[in-house]
C-alpha cells in the first residue's frame, strides 16, 4: 500500500516520517538548509504478516503545489498532517480539497507538536478538521495525536497503520503502466529511474516504451526498497535499471508502457466537477505526476461538466484516469474529474454518438464500458482504440468478447466488432437499395459503392459498411463488377450502340490484362484520332461498361475485380496492418506505376483504404 502524507507547511510530515521508519526523505541539500520539503521524499515502513507501506512524503508549501499534486496522484490513500498547535492552516483546506477531487482515501489524520498544545486545544483541531473533511465529503478517519521528537503516541499511530486495508486490487487486468517520479545515473550501473507501478506487472527483461518520446527500452534490473527482485506488481513503488536509447532527462510524469498501448494524444473528452462556478478557457492540467497548459472547449449544450481540452503537448492517460485543473499561474485548485475519453476527435465532437461514447465511458470498469459500446453504439466498435483507451490486457479483451458473446452474438472483422443483428439489418437495406437502383437505373451494371453508402445512411469509410458488404459478397446476396455492386442475377441492357464499341475494344483490353491498354495501339489497329477514343472510352465508363483508372487508362470491370481480389488476399494476411504498394505490385505483376494508379482508384471506390503511409486494408 502507498500513503501520502499531505498539510500546512512546516506541520511536521518530514519529521513524523523520519520518526516512524527512521529515513530521511529530505535527500538535497537545498531542503536541509531550509528545513522545508521541496522535492518529494520516499519511505517505506514494515508491517507485521510481511507487509510493507510505502510513505511519500510531499511539500506543504504552497509554490509547490504542482509537486504535491504529482505526488499524490499515484498513491492508495492519504495521511493528512495537522500541527496541534497551529491548527487548520490555508494548504490543510487546500490538500483536504486535492484529496477530494481525486477522489482518494483519507486513510488517517496525524495530529503532531502535541507537546505544544492543551487536551482543550487539541480536541478544538480535531473537530476542525473532521467538519471540513466532511463539507467535502471525505469518510470520516482515525485521529492520531503525536509528538514526532519525543516519541509520543507513535505506537498508537503504528498500530492504525497496521489496521489499514490493502492496497489497491487489480479488479481490472490493466497493461502495465509505470509513473515515473527520478531518474538518475549510477556508475558500473547505469540509468535508474523510480516510480510507481500502478497497473499491471513489471519483470525483468521486460520491453517497455518510454512515453516522453517514444522510445523502448529493456528493464535490466529490478529492486523494491534496496533489495533486488524478479518481478513487481500494481501498487509497488519500484527502482528500474534500463537498458536502450533513453534521453539525458526523464521528467516527472513520463510513463513506461507496453508497446500495444502506447499512444500519445494531444485532446482528451474529460468530465469535471467544478469548485467555482466558471472556468477559464485556459488552465493546467495534471494528470499522473504530468502537468500541461489546455484549452478548454465546452462539448454538449445542456451539459456543463463535459469538456475537451486540448493540450499544449502530448502526453499518455486512458479512460478513468483522475484529474485536477489548476489556473494558469498555478495558484489555485479550479476543478476536479476524470479523463473519458483520451483520444478525442477534433471534429464531429458535438454529434449525438459522441455523447452515447462518453457515457459509455463512463461506467466504472472496462468491460462494463466495453458492453454499452458493442450495444449502443450505431457503428463497429475499433477494438485497438477501445484497448489503448482502457489500457484493458489483449487477454481480457479476448475473454470478455467470448462473455459478451454469450449472450449476443457478435462478428468480428479484422479488429472491429459488432452485434451479428446489426450487421444483417445493414446487409437487408444494402439489397434493396441495390434492387431498388437496378429499377430505376437498367443500363448501368450496377450501383456506386459511394452512392450505395449514402443512401443507406453510412460513410465510405464505415466499418460497419465494410464488414456488411463482404457478408453480402460471401453470401452471393450482391455480387461485385469492378467498381460496382449489383444483384447475382441483374443483366444491364446498356445501348446498342456501346456494346458494338465495347467489342471492338475488347480484343485490346484482354491483350494488355492485367495493366490497361495503351492507347496509342488501340488507335493503330483500329485507325482511329486521340480525341475521338477518348471521348468513346469516357462514355463506356460512364455507364460502368470500363473503369477509369486514372487519365488514358481504363479496365474492364471484371480484371479490376480480379485486381481487388489480390488486395484481399494481401490483406487477410495481414489483416491489422495490411498491405504496401509494392507488395500489391509483385502479386499482381502490373508494374509500380499503374500499381500506384489501380491502387488510388480503389481507395477512390471503396475497395481500399489507407490505413498508414502506404498500407491499405482491402475491403
Known sequence: MIIATAGHVDHGKTSLVRALTGQETDRTQEERRRGMSIELGYAWLHLSGGRTLDLVDVPGHARFMRTLVAGVGAVDAVMLVVAADDGVMPQTLEHLQLISLLRLPLALVVLTKCSRATPQRIAEVTAAVQRHAAELKLAAAPVCVVDSLTGAGLPALHAELERLPPGRAAADPLCTRLLIDRHFAVPGIGQVITGTLTQGHIRTGDQLVLSDCGARVRVRGLQIHGAAVDQASAGQRCALNLVGELPARIERGAQLLEPTVFATTRRMDIELEPICGGLPRQLQVHVNGAVVNARLVPLFSADSRRFQAVLSEPLVCRSGDRLVL????????????????????????????????????????????????????????????????????RQALDDALVRLESTDPLIRSGLLVCPRSRIAGVCVKLVETTSQYHQREPGWRGIELGRLAREVGLSLASGLLRCALRQCLDEKALTQRGARFALPDFQPKPDPERLRWLARLEPDFNAAEPRPPVLGDIMQRLGLEREPLLEELEQLSAIAMLVRVARNRYLKPDTLERLADLARQLTAANPETGFTTAEFRDLSGVGRNHSVAILECMDRAGLTRRVAGDRRLAL
Open 326 to 393: 489548476r489556473d494558469p499561474a498555478g495558484q489555485r485548485l479550479l476543478a476536479g474529474g476524470r479523463v473519458l475519453d483520451p483520444f478525442a476527435p477534433d471534429k464531429g465532437r458535438h454529434l449525438p454518438i459522441r455523447r452515447l461514447t462518453l457515457d459509455a465511458l463512463s461506467e466504472s470498469t472496462p468491460e462494463q464500458q466495453l458492453r454499452r459500446l458493442i450495444a449502443e453504439l450505431p457503428e463497429m466498435l475499433d477494438l485497438q482504440w477501445f484497448q489503448r483507451s482502457t489500457q484493458f490486457t
